[in-house]
């Protein structure tokens, strides 16, 4: 039929976000007090998605007994609800069935009845044009499988600093930061089977987090001659953090409801396990520190410090204490010689610190767990890491801070190299193995060795500065490159970082981070690729080595004019080089709905540069049907998919205004402005179809993945401030 076509377009509108804030501080020369209340209301590019925001903040410091003692305190409020968030991925997500819908059928239809009655079961289906489980109506995902997340978070401090003499200082400080989490997302009967029972499927999952921070600070800070001068500290400090403690309704297309539709405990069938209570763990930490500086003529600085940490998920091992230090020097060589005229300051700094991490929560002991309502017990199969140790991170840094002409122009240039060092690596155990004792698959083991260098430059600059107008400009540089020095006992071990159906992201010794895997095309000597003597294009057995997702380097150009009342800035961002992934390309033309695969079709053909293995002839052009069947879909050849990173766009603009407020004869107000900002603007280079930036999560398992995300928005604003 002739059916409307821009049905895609029309799943998408514009978004809306609204900040308001009110802020009221005051005070004398004893006590002063600030309070602020600030509002966000946004609506999302698809349907009904919303999210609200209010915060809440109050703080005072108060000065007692003769100015010795100040008291300060702060307590922030917040309430954050968001509904309708949109997953990435197949499932779940209304994207699949809205790009895959097919061309030749009514989509009003669907979206406007995107439920029907069923007689038959006396409640109201899902109306979709087929099973399948990547895809569902996306209206019925919107209106019968809704999220919700609603956040309740306090944050309370409490800082003691009494100046013990003039060049002695001990500060005590408390916090306390609490969080209530409610996550739902209700699964209507009729929904899509791989995920929700007949009946439909309950996702549910509540929980609080807690935190605890106290640290005692005792400072010191004189000159100790006319040369030298101290500062030194040492402390100790207290956390304890409780993730995670709620309870969770596990979905499933096995969990499901007793009588359709009805949300709630007793209606949950007991087949499996679909209530539990669930934990992250308590973990506590002890640590005393101590740092000095010591400094000469204000010229040479010598850093120093430790830190020694007492953590309880190294407990039973032995190696619950551990001490990292660090060590710095510093060297302001405009202090120490006569410089041209031209150096305005000239500083050189080099430094070495250690950071220890200590393993996760229930790694040295882990228990059994009862996995089903009549008790059953699942065995732990997982060895007691009783010698476990703490990773170790060792960072180097070298750099350099340079200004001339009066600080009209400055470059800063750092080096870093990190190790890190005992990674808690997964090994398996072989039955043969006298340490699996008869019952242990797996061990933890401490080994490994990765390997991050790179520089980090800014370049700063004044090119015009007068009277009326000044123009300021900033250029920063960063490049990194990672190694996998040390994979652990196994040389040949492979760690797969993330994947979907068709790449993979793998940690290979003598690889680096995020080197990306896909099925690559059979090719010959003259980099030809292979059909069989049926004319099927060969693709090898195993995913290779095509790349890797990191840029080779990023480039960020910022530029600041000021003229009279007027102020504007715009921001340049560049990403070069790397690689993507793009499952929902692949997807799209196995499917055969992509646009390419319709210039195809009416091309009648598709070219390549092909050779038949067995015989030699020539291959130049195949059938379109065919050769995206092959290449696309869920498996298909990844390198077809995969994408140069490399991008510039305009991150930000912005135009500003402050208001004459002498002219407005309002004595109440002291300052205003007004200001345009837009972010995200355009891409002035781009060679993926997609936003090379955008990732399916914020875990290091999502990077470069293009798995059905939504696409990237630009974002235009107006801030009005007025201050009274």
Same mark, same amino acid.
């Given at each position: ?75 922030? =409020? *917040?309430?954050?609800? %968001?509904?309708?968030? !949109?997953?990435? $991925?197949? @499932?779940?997500?209304?994207?699949? /069935? ?125 000159? =100790? *001659?006319?040369?030298? %001068?101290?500062?030194? !500290?040492?402390? $100790?400090? @207290?956390?304890?953090?409780?993730? /995670? ?130 008790? %059953? ?348």
């Amino acid at each position: 039929g002739n059916y409307a076509d821009n049905y895609v377009d029309d799943f998408f509108s514009t978004g809306a976000n609204w900040i308001n804030s009110l802020s009221i501080s005051g005070g004398n020369d004893r006590t002063t007090a600030y309070f602020s209340y600030s509002n966000t209301t946004a609506t999302g590019i698809t349907p009904d998605n919303t999210y609200s925001r209010n915060n809440v903040s109050f703080k005072q410091s108060t000065k007692l007994l003769d100015d010795k003692l100040t008291v300060s305190s702060n307590i922030i =409020l *917040s309430i954050e609800n %968001s509904e309708n968030r !949109l997953p990435s $991925g197949y @499932y779940l997500n209304p994207l699949t /069935g809205l790009y895959f819908f097919p061309r030749n059928r009514n989509f009003e239809d669907t979206r406007v009845n995107f439920q029907i009655f069923d007689e038959s079961r006396n409640l109201m289906a899902q109306n979709w044009f087929v099973n399948d489980h990547h895809q569902s109506n996306p209206y019925w995902i919107i209106n019968r499988q809704p999220r919700e997340q609603n956040n309740r978070r306090v944050i309370a401090n409490l800082t003691l600093n009494y100046q013990l003499m003039d060049a002695l200082n001990l500060q005590v400080r408390g916090n306390y930061d609490y969080a209530n989490v409610t996550r739902e997302q209700r699964h209507a009967a009729t929904s899509n089977p791989t995920n929700v029972n007949i009946n439909g499927t309950w996702d549910y999952h509540k929980y609080e987090d807690r935190l605890i921070y106290t640290d005692a600070i005792l400072t010191y800070d004189s000159d =100790l *001659s006319e040369d030298f %001068s101290l500062t030194a !500290l040492v402390g $100790g400090s @207290y956390t304890e953090t409780d993730y /995670g403690d709620g309870v969770r309704v596990t979905p499933s297309s096995g969990n499901g409801l007793i009588y359709p539709n009805e949300f709630n405990f007793q209606n949950l069938a007991l087949t499996q396990t679909p209530v539990q209570s669930v934990t992250n763990g308590v973990i506590k930490k002890q640590g005393l520190f101590a740092n000095a500086t010591l400094g000469y003529k204000e010229m040479l600085f010598l850093d120093l410090g430790g830190r020694n940490d007492w953590a309880s998920t190294l407990a039973l091992t032995g190696n619950d204490s551990y001490f990292y230090p660090s060590v710095g020097l510093t060297a302001i060589v405009s202090e120490m010689f006569d410089m041209p005229e031209a150096i305005s300051f000239a500083k050189f700094r080099v430094s070495q610190t250690q950071v220890a991490n200590e393993v996760p929560f229930n790694r040295i002991n882990p228990q059994n767990n009862i996995s089903d309502p009549v008790g %059953s017990l699942t065995r732990n199969t997982t060895k007691p890491f009783t010698d476990a140790k703490p990773e170790i991170i060792t960072s180097t840094e070298i750099g350099a801070d340079w200004r001339f002409f009066g600080n009209r122009l400055g470059i800063d240039f750092t080096y870093y190299h990190i190790k890190s060092e005992d990674q808690f690596i997964t090994v398996p155990l072989d039955a043969s193995d006298p340490e699996s004792e008869g019952r242990y698959t797996q061990k933890f083991i401490n080994a490994g060795e990765i390997v991050n260098k790179g520089i980090e430059m800014s370049l700063t600059g004044t090119p015009v500065r007068n009277e009326n107008f000044e123009w300021n400009t900033t250029f920063n540089f960063t490049r990194n490159r990672s190694e996998i020095v040390d994979i652990g006992p196994d040389d040949e071990r492979i760690i797969n970082l993330g994947s979907s159906e068709g790449y993979s992201s793998r940690l290979v010794e003598g690889g680096r981070f995020n080197d990306l895997y896909v099925l690559k095309f059979r090719r010959d000597d003259q980099g030809r690729i292979l059909f069989d003597d049926n004319g099927n294009p060969l693709r090898t057995q195993e995913r290779e080595l095509i790349g890797n997702l990191d840029p080779d380097f990023t480039l960020g150009w910022n530029n600041t004019f000021s003229y009279g009342r007027w102020n504007a800035s715009v921001l340049i961002n560049g990403v070069f080089g790397g690689d993507v992934f793009s499952q929902t390309e692949s997807m799209l033309d196995g499917a055969g709905v992509s646009q390419r695969t319709a210039d195809a079709r009416d091309a009648g053909s598709v070219a390549v540069n092909g050779v038949v293995e067995s015989s030699g002839a020539a291959v130049t052009s195949v059938d379109p049907e065919a050769w995206f069947r092959f290449i696309g879909d869920r498996n298909g050849v990844g390198e077809a998919y995969v994408y140069d990173r490399t991008n510039i766009r305009v991150a930000q603009l912005s135009l500003g205004y402050n208001i004459d407020v002498a002219k407005l004869n309002m004595p109440f107000i002291q300052s205003a402005s007004i200001s345009f900002i837009g972010n995200n603007l355009f891409f002035l280079k781009k060679d993926a179809p997609f936003d090379p930036e955008l990732a399916m999560s914020t875990n290091r398992n999502s990077v470069g993945l293009d798995n059905f995300n939504l696409p990237s928005t630009r974002n235009y604003g107006l801030n009005l401030k007025v201050t009274f």
